[in-house]
């Protein structure tokens, strides 16, 4: 209840939720269903088992790249804890993979004088010849100046992108910059280039490196990729403006294509007259191998698994089952949400959800439904406003539910809801090797476990269908 | 002059010179040399040479351990530096030197899973064993629980000191917490230790690992001693309060003892009639080797250069000689202020002074010289009062100048002045690779400038001397 206040004044709260109720039974919404949608989000943000999953996960667990030895011990901790927790047909369901591995990668700068910098690998990576590759530096501001460059510049050097990531709240900003890490290795070795640095994406100043997924083209060799920390990038550009061309020593080591196993873990809250209809809320159990996955996705793991769980012990079965999915690789290659389509194509999902933007406080709501859903989707925001969780009119229904479930939307045209979390800081960490427990927000968890809650309770108990989508999601 | 505005109004100001001016004349300074120090302070206010200092020792000369390629690399640009910038006088005074070199520095948990600890040799280590060293952990909540410690627990395991640094402004809470770092492996080798960890004397939250010297005791074995970063150790207690004993790889491999070469560069302000007698303004060239040497203590180098260049440039000649000192090898063993104590012992010093403790604002003057002085201490610190400098009553006459000049304060009983910086986020990067240029406050470096500019002008115009000190200072 304290936590509640500190989102509004219990006087307001009680105002707004009392319109928000009346509307929903206009919608259509039983009044029973929305008074018990209301005693989950009491329940809710009272509640503290989403900090203590993600502070178990972290501290038994830890790191856990697809296919290793630490993922099957995550696979092993999430059915523990979830069955704890009082979900049904709790089960593993596995899929091969293959995978990148990590060896070690080092970079040093030989001119103008020796100096190591901060890199790690970008996940698909070559490594380089055995004793690593020396060559100068070609300084690209950003993506976009590689791309449009018809000089010779590039070849023979390393090329160098310094594309910066802006810090915004929805994750645009990574969003606008993230291209120069997936596609730069192509755009470089187009240009003859034998190496691919980039200025990390990432919104902090540590000297970490952020590593995350990049791609090659088959048209063009596969030359080695990696991100140096935002201060090594910083460096490298004030030399380049002395007009110093930096020298490199790099030497990188990765595994490629190995055979594995991964699962996506998968526990429900049995429905009951409409058992067979889904309402899935996602999150990946997967993280890259530098942090503890700590926001990325231990945060989302433990807001969804509580929300499912909150419905489980309240005692009230849902119409339609509930199914948590903790989804495997989402990080290098979205392999468990595509087996899992693969597998489930034929059940009727009224809903796909995930959580997977961190531990920031959920600020928005946006949908992707069938039109004629819109009015119940609306009368769901409603409920949500008294949280401080916003419906903006604009492109309200073309909301974007995470990874996983996002794939999972564009594929079988399943309906989606998308809870927007406050992600200004997210950028600061994931996918570096400060992405552990001391950065997730506490104190936000309970109020997205409880907005979660509300939203799949009453997805389950909506008097109609939202979906399947009129049109393939874009 | 927008910079003073933002410390002070403009009229405020202009009113709180008026009166410190009146009260300085009182005190012994003569009417021209106040105006000239309020000059001084209004160009450094204005003056953007500290900034453009740090950054081009951060760019073109980078981390700069005592005795490395690196430090005589910095001292060639020290000299090219302070010589561009009017003082006279330069030259690098050198002096042999035994350094201590970090070579590479792993761990790794084996126990109860995997997982890479960010580690960091301390200053003055010995490695491991070619092969490295597996061990348990034996947890300790502080230094003070393992000097307490009766019982066998840390024999055959390495010792773990979860030691924490407090956030405070005037670096309290490092001065409580660095013991661990210092006399730690001692107090582990003395209880059978194998080896030693501890939490990083830190402040921050980053995965970044703190060096800094430590020291070993005759008496005892010399044990490896590392830190591990704050996420880990948080890792390792959370560990140890669930009851698991983690067990660790660690292999470390540094040399002692090497023979070096470092050296002080000095630069001056010719005095006029008083010429033989010295204000020191210190600052330390050498930095530790895993950042930039940006705030510890390219920052402190800048200011003081800046600081001194800014009365050269001004054009009125100082009655005693203005001394800029940039000591050699402060991190790890002061040798660089016991040569120039042995070399200046003879001469008289006015004043020694230092800047060491990043680019935070100086927010307190405090002195440490002969009672006969502090009525003209009190006035210049009232001359700095617009600026949000204070002078508390409390240890007025208790400073403690920067490590150097505290070295020779205490050998020489030369008289002293401290202008404390704010060090709130100062130990959030020092001694770690994140000492990097964009830690640097740069909107603070002026105000700081201006502020040593008119100490050092006051100092050497003062009617009379400031020291000897009485008494040994503590």
Known sequence: VNRRRAVLGAGAAAALFGAALARAAEA???????????????????????WSLVESLTTEVGARPAGSEADTRAAAWAQAAIRRLGLTNVRAEELPIRVWQRGSATARLLQPYAHSLVIASLGNSVGTAPDGLAAELAYFPDLAALRADTSDRARGRIAFIDQPTERTRDGRGYGRAVAARVEGAIEAARRGALGLGIRSISTARDRVAHTGAMRYDLSVPRIPAFAVSVPDAELIARLHARGAVPRLQLAMNNHSEVDATTRNVIGEVAGGELAQEIVLIGAHLDSWDLGQGALDNGAGV?????????????????????????????????????????????????????????????????????????????????????????????????????????????????????????????????????????????????????????????????PHAFGPLEAPAA
């Open 28 to 50: 259509g919404y039983a009044a029973a269903d929305l008074q018990h949608a209301r005693r989950l989000i009491d329940r809710g943000l009272a509640d503290g088992t989403a």
């Open 302 to 462: 433990a807001i969804v698994s509580a929300a499912a769980a909150l419905i489980a012990s309240a005692g009230a079965r849902p119409r339609r089952t509930i199914r948590v999915v903790l989804f495997g690789n989402e990080e290098n290659g979205f392999d468990g949400a595509r087996a899992y389509g693969d597998r489930y194509r034929d059940t009727a999902h009224q809903l796909v959800a995930e959580s997977d933007f961190g531990s920031g406080r959920v600020w928005r709501l946006r949908s992707r439904v069938r039109r004629d859903a819109l009015p119940l989707i609306d009368a769901l925001a409603a409920l949500l406003k008294p949280l401080g969780i916003a419906r903006p009119a604009d492109a309200a229904n073309e909301g974007t539910p995470g990874p996983d479930a996002a794939l999972l939307m564009r594929r079988h045209r399943w309906p989606a809801i998308e809870l927007t979390q406050d992600g200004t800081h997210y950028f600061d960490v994931h996918h570096t090797e400060n992405d552990t427990l001391d950065k997730v927000d506490r104190d936000a968890l309970p109020a997205n476990t409880a907005a979660w809650a509300a939203v799949l309770w009453l997805a389950a108990q909506a």
